[in-house]
């Protein structure tokens, strides 16, 4: 077989089939562009839950009390397991894996005062971290709570973005309210920062914009509270979060004496594995829309198959003909899996051409909507791209692969007397 | 050239079988000049697609050119038909959408020639037809008389020597098909064997031998000592 051979015959036949090729490859091209679009959305929203879900912070665990469920040394079950400040420093001497230990403080029903503005709130005593591990990132003009504020039980205060439009009315500009003074049950505090609005989509205990966070170390040396709400901690290595999660319970069962098998002596939101499920979901749902797609290309694909018939019958005669002269089978089989691939590929090109302008249009399309910050901009990508190619490819084969078993099988003397 | 033993063709369609060639036997030697007659349905064409390997016999012995033509694969059979054996036909069966130029060219691209001999061979072969000034019109513009030789250049392309007509000048008027038969002696004096399906006497006279068909055996054949013709 050779290739030259092939392609010589092939670039005769196309140019006088150009209406019904043409046609053909509009096919190809709405269905290729279907399913770039349907995936390129599924992308969107991928990559925008993925963004969201950082919102609360990436590679985190938090940790918070409970109650055991194991009778352990001589304790019986169902004693509470409390969390003390000094938990913090106990964990992270004992586990050097993690990156980050820290805890929290929340009160909730503080009397929040500015001016003549009384409003309840809600108050957390947070450590400097938080700034990098649940993106408490300060607007222009403000600060989040620093070391120095931690070892001078300084009375500053960061507010959710959401608290500040509450106390200061959202017409105030974030710069503006740093340096204002509002009382927490009556002792002032300094606003130091004010957080950049951020989409968050998983949250414990009320949302980060409505926060009012103020040093770990003012609000114990304040309010005193005698527990600890959650500590947060962050492995440097995220590939074995179940490893570590054991090792927890192995240190914090040594010090509070509970089973460390009992795995509700204390509960742990695992944002690595929530991000993995939500991950998971997400690849069912591209899955699902690339197969919605899948099944659009696949009609025109149909399609191709049954002009390539058409066009089989139409030219019977003229596979008798070059099969008289000398064509082996292998050429006619070519000649029409060619054909169909080339309608495929040329129609799919376009496709995706189409695909990417529409995508690249819709992202700089001056819309704002909650919507669009929830389910992102269609993207297309490297992979949707391979993919497409993929399913195209495979396609366009089986497409002309049927068309030309058959015109391959046809017998040339039969094929010289069809009229 | 051609050693035909005992040659049947049958046509089975399921339920009805028919039998088209019965027995045939059969030599041709290098550069005869024969026709072919007989009535219609007496096995002809039948007969000539055979032995242009174009089918394949269902009982007998075919040697064409040393080759025993029913242990061929299909891959072989293309390659005789591409350069040992020219067809032409009565309808000419030129791809109608193809230029003069590029229909003679087909079998010579089935021979994987380069571009630039094909083009020496094609413009070579249109001239000694006499088309050289009608190698980029496309059959829709061209005579019957032209077309049949457009399909005499494409049946020499791969310079066989071979040369098999299925009634050429069926379809044209007596002037044009006196030129394609002037064409075609021409071809046997250059040493070809041409052997071409007739239903004009006058065609058939010119041919140095004869051989009649009738229901699929041979009636008469006045060459070759076969001994069942007149000589």
Redesign the interface.
Known sequence: MNPSIIFSVFSRDFKRQRKRMLLTLVAILWGTMSIMLLLAYGEGMKQQFSKNSKGLGDGIVILWGGQTSKPFMGFGKGRRIHLHSEDVDYLKKRMPELDVVVGEYIRWGVQVRHGKKLISERVNGLYPQYETIRNFIPEMGGRMINQLDMDLKRRVAFLGNDTKDRLFGPDIPPEDVVGETIYLNNTPYTVIGVMRPKIQMGSYQGQDSDVIAIPFTTFFAIFGDPYLDNMIYKPREFDNMAGIEKRVFEVMGAKYRFNPTDDRALSTWDIVESAKVTGNIMIGIQLFLGIIGGLTLLIAAVGVTNIMYVSIKERTREIGVKMAVGARKIYILAQFVIEALGITFLGGLFGMAAAYILTELFKIAPIESQVLDFMGRPTVSLEIGITVTVILGILGFMAGLFPAMKAASINPTEALRYE | MIEMKSIKKTYDTGSVSFDALKGIDLDVDKNEFIAIVGPSGSGKSTLM?LM?C??TPTGGEYMLEGNRVETLS??QL??I???RVG?V?QAF???P??TAY?NVE??I????LKHKERKRRVTELLGKVGLADKMANKPTEMSGGEMQRVAIA?AL??NPQLILADEPTGNLDTASGGEIINIFEELWRDGRTVIMITHDTNIAKRCQRLIRLKDGRIDTDNGNGNGNGRH
């Open positions: 697609n242009g174009l089918d299909s891959n293309a390659e038909r591409n350069r067809f036909f069966n030129l791809l959408y193809a590029e087909l079998p691209l089935y021979a994987g494409r392309a791969n």
